[in-house]
C-alpha cells in the first residue's frame, strides 16, 4: 500500500483554524526532486553571476589602467614637444654660433642631431609590452630620459647663448678695431721719433705717413662715427673717426674730405681723398691710431700687406 503525508497549513488571520491536505509519497518526492534541482540551478547561476562580477571588475580594472597609461602617454608627448622646440633653439644657437665663429654655414640635417646613447624607449610602439609585462620601471627609465635630455639641452642652450655673446661682443670689437691699411703706397716716414724735415731737430711723430698718388682714396680702418671732418692747424683736411671700444682713428693732409661730422662708417668705406695740405713735403696720408686718447702705432693693428 503507498504511503500518504499529511500537510498541515495554519492560517495566521484565522488562529486556531488548521487545514491539511494529503498527498502521496510520488507527489511528495516529486516536489523534493523540483526543490533540490532549483537549489542546484540556483548555485550554479549565483556562481555564474559571480564570475560575471569578478570578469566586470577586472575589464573596469583594465579600463582604469588604460586610461592611467593614456594618461602618462599624452604627458610624454607633451615633454617630447616641448625637447623638440628646445631642440630646435639649440640648433639655432648653434647655426649662429658657428656663423659668428667662421666655421660655416649651417648644419647639415644629418649633423643636427645631438650626440645620444643608452637605453631607446618608444611609448608608442612599446604601450603593449609595458601593458602585459606591468613593468613599471618602464616608465620611471623614460621620465628620467626624458627630464635629463631637457635638462641637458638647456644647459647646453645657455652655454651656447653665452659663447654667441661673447662672439658677438668679439665680433663688434673685431669690426670696430683699426686693422686694414687706409691707403695703397708706401711708408714714408714711420711711428716713433725723427728727424723733422722742418725743424731738423728730433721730434717724435706720433703717426704713420704713407706716400701715394694725389687724390687717391682714403678708407676708413674701422667701423665707427665720423666726430670730425675739417680743417685742423698743421693737419690740413683732417676726418677723425671715433670706433668705439677706446679706438679712434686721424686721417690727415687730404686734399678732400667725402664725410661730414656724425656720419657712420664701415670698414673700408671712402672717407677723403690724398692730398697735401696743412704742413706737409708731399702727397701723402698722416694717419694715427689712438687707444684711449694715447697715439699707438699703427702698425700693430694692420692685418695684411699693403
Known amino acids: 500500500m503507498k504511503k500518504k503525508y499529511t500537510v498541515m497549513i495554519f492560517d495566521e488571520s484565522r488562529l486556531g483554524e488548521v487545514k491539511t491536505r494529503k498527498f502521496s509519497g510520488s507527489v511528495v518526492a516529486g516536489v ?3 526543490s533540490a534541482v532549483f537549489a542546484a540551478v540556483s548555485c550554479v547561476g549565483f556562481y555564474k553571476l ?9 575589464l573596469l580594472t583594465y579600463k582604469s589602467e588604460n586610461e592611467k597609461l593614456k594618461n602618462q602617454i599624452a604627458g610624454y608627448e607633451n615633454q617630447m614637444v616641448v625637447i623638440n622646440d628646445k631642440l630646435a633653439s639649440v640648433v639655432e644657437l648653434e647655426e649662429k654660433v658657428r656663423g659668428l665663429a667662421s666655421l660655416g654655414g649651417k648644419i647639415s640635417s644629418e649633423k643636427k642631431q645631438l650626440a645620444m646613447g643608452g637605453k631607446e624607449l618608444d611609448p608608442v610602439t612599446d604601450i603593449t609590452k609595458a601593458n602585459e609585462q606591468k613593468d613599471k620601471d618602464y616608465f620611471k627609465d623614460l621620465s628620467n630620459t626624458l627630464s635629463s ?12 647663448s653665452e659663447l654667441a655673446d661673447i662672439l658677438e661682443k668679439q665680433k663688434l ?8 691699411w687706409p691707403a695703397s703706397g708706401w711708408i714714408s716716414s714711420r711711428f716713433g721719433y725723427r728727424i723733422s724735415p722742418f725743424t731738423g731737430r728730433r721730434v717724435f ?22 666726430i670730425f671732418s675739417g680743417r685742423k692747424n698743421g693737419y690740413g683736411k683732417v676726418v677723425i673717426i671715433d670706433h668705439g671700444f677706446g679706438y679712434m682713428t686721424k686721417y690727415a693732409h687730404n686734399s678732400n674730405n667725402l664725410v661730414q661730422a656724425g656720419q657712420k ?7 677723403a681723398l ?9 702727397p701723402h696720408v698722416h694717419y694715427e691710431v689712438l687707444v684711449n686718447g694715447v697715439p699707438v702705432n699703427p702698425t700693430r693693428f694692420i692685418v695684411g700687406a699693403r
Do not use: C, Q, W
Open 173 to 180: 670689437v673685431l669690426s670696430s678695431t683699426p686693422s686694414i
Open 205 to 226: 711723430h706720433e703717426g704713420l705717413d704713407i706716400a701715394s698718388k694725389y687724390g687717391a682714396p682714403i678708407r676708413a680702418a674701422a667701423k665707427g662715427t665720423v
Open 32 to 34: 523534493l526532486a523540483f
Open 149 to 160: 635630455l631637457g635638462t641637458d639641452l638647456e644647459k647646453r642652450a645657455m652655454s651656447l
Open 265 to 271: 662708417v664701415s670698414k673700408g668705406d671712402r672717407i
Open 274 to 282: 690724398v692730398g697735401n695740405t696743412g704742413r706737409s713735403t708731399g
Open 50 to 58: 559571480s564570475e560575471i562580477s569578478k570578469e566586470k571588475e577586472v
